[in-house]
């Protein structure tokens, strides 16, 4: 038998956040006794709480370290061991927790991050790596699956909105992960850079006329559309017209990052991912529900240290930044941050100074969306060679994303072939990064 159960959306979510109580812990209450009672499952229930989500604007920005940062520079150092390399530690704003001397911004910002220093894969090439930690699945000849960003934007973003659910800023080069079998519709909206306005988004006339030829355009595509094409046609149009939404759309600004303050710009930075983080914090403000900035090259087979010392002060200034910012906008708590690369590097330094690819144990930063900041999770040995302590596999990692951003992720997607694919195949959520 189903049961249903209808939550009164009017419900203000002020009352119990003025009363003390946060969303997740006000989601559990209604489900011990939903629960309890027999009038709903647990999908259901993510049903109800990403709907509600998506009318408090809930997000996520990916930080993509590509490339595979060092865990040993960033936010596992092992200053005790020669595999260190003589990478310092320093003291955190978390008594007990310590990073790399890399990352003097971010260690004053720790009671708001949360560090899982044991993820671990099988994959160490940079396009099959990378892949798995954009859409959770191994590649396939034979099926291409969509990239986290994509899935959000699918499960979670308003359908009537002009700016896009999924942002890329900082792409170069091949082997992103686009929408996959899920259709070009969830495909990323790309920027190379974020100083500057998206390409081909200028109006050529004025807004009556451009009007009038989309008008006509959608007329002739109608007409002309082979019965077996209908589809595809449709979803051409459905482009061509949520393309005409967003150039003509007041909310294009988000994506000028001029109209900032000056002390706003200054905080972030002037390099390209600073930039980015900047943009992306306006982004998520104005709507887009899953934003990606690109930072790196991380493979730092040779000369690792003055890389990745260079690399680091490249984020760690606006990282912290981004995240003090959403926090005092009162967007941390709705919006999931990660940083994560593809992999880790090897604990041996090779002779070039440099470090190799190493997915057997490597480190993951997540803040917001729900995520108890001040805890590291998961430990290596003190070499840094093998994970000691609560291993984190990839499922795993994309369960918890799902679960920051409540999203159901069994939710079961249909490939081409009429194949349902899970948004997660197996693992399980680790329940101390929110705990």
Known sequence: MNHEIHLDRRIDVSIHRQLGVRRREFMCGISSAALAAGCISWTDLLSVEASRLREQGAACILLWMKGGPSQFETFSPKPNHDNGGGTRAIDTAVPGIELSDNLPDTARIMRDICVIRSMNSKEGSHPRASFLLHTGYIPTPSLRHPAFGSIVANQIVSPTQDLPGFVRIGARGRGASGAGFLGVQFDPFVMQRADG???????????????????????????????????????QRELYQRAANLVVSPDMTAFDIEQEPALVRLAYGDSEFGQGCLLARRLVEAGVTFVEVVHGNWDTHQENFSQTSALCSEFDGPYAQLLGDLKQRGMLERTLVIWMGEFGRTPRINPRSGRDHYPRAFSVALAGGGVRGGQVIGQTDAGGVEVTERPVTVPDLFQTFCRGLSIDADHENMSPIGRPIKIVEGGEVVEEVFG
């Open 197 to 235: 306005k998206p390409k081909n988004t200028e109006v050529p006339t004025t807004t009556f006329r451009f009007r009038r030829r989309l008008n006509l355009l959608d007329e002739l595509d109608t007409g002309v559309a082979l019965p077996g094409l209908k589809k595809q046609s449709a979803v």
